[in-house]
Structures are given as C-alpha cells and as structure tokens.
C-alpha cells in the first residue's frame, strides 16, 4: 500500500514548514494523519469488539476486524480524495476495512461498522486522537510546572521592578512573577486533566436513537436492560472513554470545552512568553533564553525563539477555539456544516497547544535569570519606585497632604533637574533624616507579602485525580 505520507496526486504533505512551534513535536504526531487514521481504525474495531462482548456478534468477528485495522492496511490520502464524494473519510474507510475483513474472514465481513454512522466514528476517533494529545500537554505542563518551582524558590527574594502600564510601579520580586506563571500553568494542567476525564465516546446512529442496535439485538435475554445504552458503555469501555449520557451528534458539549481548556492552556503559557519577551529586550536583559536563536543577517543576534513560538500560539488558539464554538449552533438530529467544520481547527488547536506546552517545558528549565540587572534597574527612576512608600512612611510625621505636596515637589525636581528622591526630599525639607530617608528609599525593603504569596503559591500541588 503507498505510504500515508504519500500522496497520490503528486501534492505533498503538511511537514509543518510554516508552523515550527509544533512541526516535530509529540503533539503533531499525535494528531497528524496516521493518528487520526489509527483513531478511525480504533473506533471501528472497538465497536466491533463491543457488539461481540453483549453477544450481538460472534467472538472471532472482533477479533479479525482488529486484526484488519491496521494503519499499514490503508491509504490515508486515497481516503482523503474519496471523502468529497460523501463529505466524510469514514465512508470510503468503512469499504476499504470491509473488504479487508473479507479477506481474512468473509463471514465477519458484515459485522464492520454495523449500526453505526459516519458522525459517530468521526466524532469518537477526533476524542480518542484528543485524550492521547492531552496526555502530552499535561506531561508537558508538569515539567513546566516543576521548573518554574525551581526559579520561584530559588529567587523568591529578588528584587525587581513590578510594572503597569509598561511602567515602573513598585517593586516586586522575580520569584512571585514565577509563582505567578506556575499558578496559571497549574490552573491549565487541572482544566485538561478534567476534560480528559469527561471526553465521551460517540453512539447513536442514524438519528441518535440507537434503533439499529436494537434491531440487531438478535438474543436480547443477553444483555442486562435497553440494548442501546449497553452497548454504549461497552463501546467506551472499549476505547477508555466517557460513557455519554446522551448521542451528543448536536450536543457539542464535549468540543465545546476542548475548544475552552485550549484557549486557557495557550493563554496561560502566552502570559509567560509575553513577560520573558519583554524581559529579554536588548535594554532590559532581565532575563535571558538560555539557547537563543541566530538572525540570517545579524550574527550579534541571540532571539528569544522559544517565547516567540509559543506567543504565535497562543495568538491562534482562540480564533480556533471560537470556530468551534460557532459550530454549536447545529441544527437537527445531526448538522451539515457546523460538525464538518469542527475537524481541522480542533486539530489544529490541539497540536499548537501541544507544540507551545512542549517549547514552555524547555524554556522555563533553562531560562537564565539575571539578579544584578533587576537590582539595578530598580535604581533607574533614582527612588521614584518608592514614592508609594514614602507617603505612607511620612504621612504620620508631617500630616498626609504636606506629604503628599511634599512627595509631588520632590518627584517633579528630580524630573526636571535630575538627582535623586532622597537628595530631592531634603532639598524640599530639611526637617527629613537622611538615615530615614535611605531607609525608606531601599527597594529591598518594600516587598510586601511577596515572599509568603510566593511560599503559599507554591505549596499548590497539581490535580491527579478529576472528580
């Protein structure tokens, strides 16, 4: 058979050239074609499997329909050529797996596919092929995770200037801007986690009734209650799903929040590559990838490649995850269109999630930190990053609208005519203790609760086990 790399038209494949945050990655071989086709594969023969374990086909059937559905078998862009003529790839996967069941076992030929429609392979591989590359992401946000811990504890007390409004503030410390990254991606990881836990198999047939099943039903003392839902748990259990309540063909509850959780994960590990972009300016230098990337006319360069990737991302990832949303809006029993248009920016979502999980995990376990800079970058407003402190220090001394006056005077000379707050103070007023006013104007000492929020972020420990 030609290779499912191949294709037959003499085009040539996605090999992710456009896309290097996920092009090599293990979440783009878990959704690229050979996953979706082995999902399709695995989807038909545990169907297979279910109908034999209720006794509504024979036991050697399951056996030679797994048998028959391996990937090797099948030709992936032949199936993707003959899906426009039924608008799914099932349709011409279903022919191809029948006549290869045919050849090992004709008598089992019959039991391929039986009772099912096209939405429900479809929609349960796309679950499975998301389950598998949930599976990656969350590994990877682990390992995120655990690297942000290390530089959170290892620099909950250093100082740095906290920023608004692309300004300096106040002063914070690097080890709660850590913490802070490590919480978001914690809140991530538990939301995947939690969505893995409820992604549902798909059964319902032709109209989401489940009638086919029942009229297959030949030894109905065989199963224990309605036959339908039976084989619907079987069919999950098979496959390590959810049991749907409901055939959810129109019910999109499960893309729907695959498409959230998406958007969240690219969102908080965007939140990461924004701050280390703007800390690796040539200007401020706070931070640093430790393996930049080289410029093709600027060899002095060192790019801050792997934040850049996972920014392009998290920039994409929404506007997938709202395609998905739209097509909630399905009409009917089952949709022509909203389903359909579902497949590729899930995918799509799936392995660039994947892809800036995976870039995240390295960036946070070697990004270099550098203390000395953020120390002297708090000098650089020479004390204006504690006015804040000096008015609520001074305001018990000389009344709060002298200090206030007092702080607004001193600020604006050191403005115009430059110097420091602390020489600026005493020019204004001689009554102020130098001793007092070095004191008031050390930035290491007005941290506030940055190191206990930081010890408390970090005795957050991920969710394993979703309710």
């Known amino acids: 058979m030609t290779s499912i790399d191949e294709t037959a038209d003499g085009g040539e494949p996605d090999t992710g050239l456009l896309a290097p945050v996920r092009a090599g990655t293990a979440a783009e071989a878990a959704t690229g074609d050979s996953a979706v086709l082995q999902a399709l594969l695995d989807a038909e023969a545990a169907l297979t499997r279910a109908q034999c374990t209720l006794g509504l086909a024979p036991a050697e059937a399951g056996r030679r329909v797994t048998d028959a559905a391996r990937p090797d078998r099948f030709d992936a862009r032949s199936l993707a050529l003959r899906a426009r003529a039924g608008g799914n790839p099932v349709i011409p996967l279903v022919a191809d797996l029948t006549r290869e069941v045919a050849e090992l076992a004709p008598e089992h030929a ?121 084989l619907t748990a079987a069919y999950a259990g098979e496959l390590g799903l959810a049991t749907p309540d409901l055939p959810w063909h129109t019910l999109r509850t499960p893309i729907a929040d695959l498409a959230g959780a998406l958007a969240f994960t690219a969102g908080a590990l965007g939140k990461i590559a924004a701050d280390v972009l703007v800390l ?30 996972i920014a392009s991302a998290a920039r994409q990832v929404p506007a997938l995850s709202a395609v998905l949303f739209g097509a909630m809006t399905a009409e009917d029993e089952r949709p022509a269109g909203p389903w359909h248009a579902e497949w590729q920016p899930l995918r799509d979502a799936l392995r660039l999630t994947g892809g800036a999980a995976q870039q995240a995990a390295e960036l946070c376990a070697e990004l270099r930190i550098e203390p000395e800079r953020m120390l002297r970058h708090l000098d650089l407003t020479e004390g204006l990053i504690l006015s804040e402190r000096l008015s609520a220090a001074l305001a018990p001394v000389i009344g709060r609208n002298a200090a206030k006056e007092l702080l607004g005077k001193a600020s604006r000379r050191v403005a115009e005519h430059g110097g420091t707050l602390t020489d600026a103070l005493r020019q204004e007023s001689d009554a102020l203790p130098a001793e007092l006013l070095r004191a008031l104007t050390d930035p290491r000492g007005y941290l506030g609760s940055a190191g206990a929020l930081t010890d408390r972020a970090l005795a957050r420990t991920p969710d394993r086990n979703p309710r």
């Open 110 to 230: 019959e039991f391929v596919h039986r009772g099912a429609t096209s939405q429900d392979i479809v929609d349960t591989a796309l679950m499975l092929v998301a389950a598998r590359t949930l599976d990656v992401i969350t590994a990877d946000l682990l390992r995120t995770a655990e690297g942000l811990a290390l530089l959170a504890a290892g620099h909950r007390d250093t100082p740095m200037p906290g920023r608004t409004l692309t300004q300096h503030a106040v002063p914070t410390t690097f080890g709660l801007k850590a913490a802070g990254w490590r919480s978001l991606v914690l809140d991530a990881h538990d939301r995947l986690v939690r969505t893995r836990a409820t992604l549902p198999a798909q059964l319902g047939g032709a109209a989401g009734t489940l009638a086919a099943f029942h009229a297959y039903a030949q030894q109905p003392a065989a199963i224990d209650g309605d036959p339908g839902l039976a």
């Open 280 to 309: 690796s300016r040539t200007e401020i230098a706070e931070v640093a990838e430790a393996a930049g990337g080289g410029s093709s006319a600027m060899p002095h360069k060192s790019n801050p490649v792997r934040a850049t990737l």
